[in-house]
């Protein structure tokens, strides 16, 4: 969506911008001329300019240095490498799109890990998407959390709880 947003206002330039835009030697002689012929023959030029590899366009933008707290599980070998075989601890918020307190219990799980820095990661599992996960954890309503450590469930909780109770349980699972 944002690559749109940046074509979109590449490609959009009003007249008013147009003629903002510094001269070159094939705009300048169309500048003189005052029919609205050269009006649509100044924006095509200045488009033909604006490609030029003479302008300098930055090559990237910028990139923040944000770390992901949370991940989506994609199938069960992506559940393997990524939640079984982590050398961090592991919360997994099994969830689904049409669960209210699932919406509500989310973003707090994620502020609750975030806290952490690192020392835990968090797991989301869609119900609906993978249901041979939430039946082989014994998932039988959501939003269910079960924490993992090694590849072994060490605890878990269903229902939404407060922020206060997230944060310790989030503490307890990684040792503090």
């Known amino acids: 969506m944002a690559h749109r947003l940046l074509v979109r206002r590449i490609w959009t330039f009003s007249v008013?911008?147009?003629?903002?835009?510094?001269?070159?030697?094939?705009?300048a002689a169309t500048t003189t001329a005052?029919?609205?012929f050269s009006t649509?023959?100044?924006?095509?030029?200045?488009?033909?300019?604006f490609l030029s590899p003479s302008r300098t366009l930055p090559r990237a933008?910028?990139?923040?240095?944000r770390r992901e707290v949370s991940f989506n599980v994609q199938d069960n070998?992506?559940?393997?490498?990524?939640?079984?075989?982590?050398?961090?601890?592991?919360?997994i918020d099994f969830h689904a799109q049409w669960c209210g307190p699932c919406k509500i219990l989310g973003p707090r799980l994620e502020k609750a890990v975030a806290k952490q820095k690192g020392r835990v990661a968090m797991a989301k599992v869609?119900?609906?998407?993978?249901?041979?996960?939430?039946?082989e954890y014994?998932?039988?309503?959501?939003?269910?959390?079960?924490?993992?450590?090694?590849?072994?469930?060490?605890?878990?909780?269903?229902?939404?709880?407060?922020d206060d109770e997230l944060d310790s349980?989030?503490?307890?699972?990684?040792?503090?």
């Not at 649509?40 to 300019?49: D, E, G, H, K």
């Open 138 to 162: 014994g998932v039988s309503a959501v939003p269910t959390v079960i924490a993992m450590r090694g590849g072994d469930v060490v605890d878990h909780f269903v229902g939404i709880k407060n």
């Open 77 to 91: 070998e992506d559940f393997t490498e990524r939640v079984i075989n982590s050398e961090l601890p592991v919360l």
């Open 61 to 65: 933008l910028p990139h923040t240095s």
């Open 126 to 135: 869609d119900i609906d998407d993978h249901t041979d996960l939430a039946i």
């Open 40 to 49: 649509s023959l100044q924006s095509a030029t200045t488009r033909v300019s």
């Open 16 to 27: 008013k911008d147009i003629r903002r835009l510094p001269p070159t030697s094939t705009t």
């Open 169 to 176: 349980f989030v503490s307890k699972i990684i040792g503090q």
């Open 34 to 36: 005052s029919s609205s």
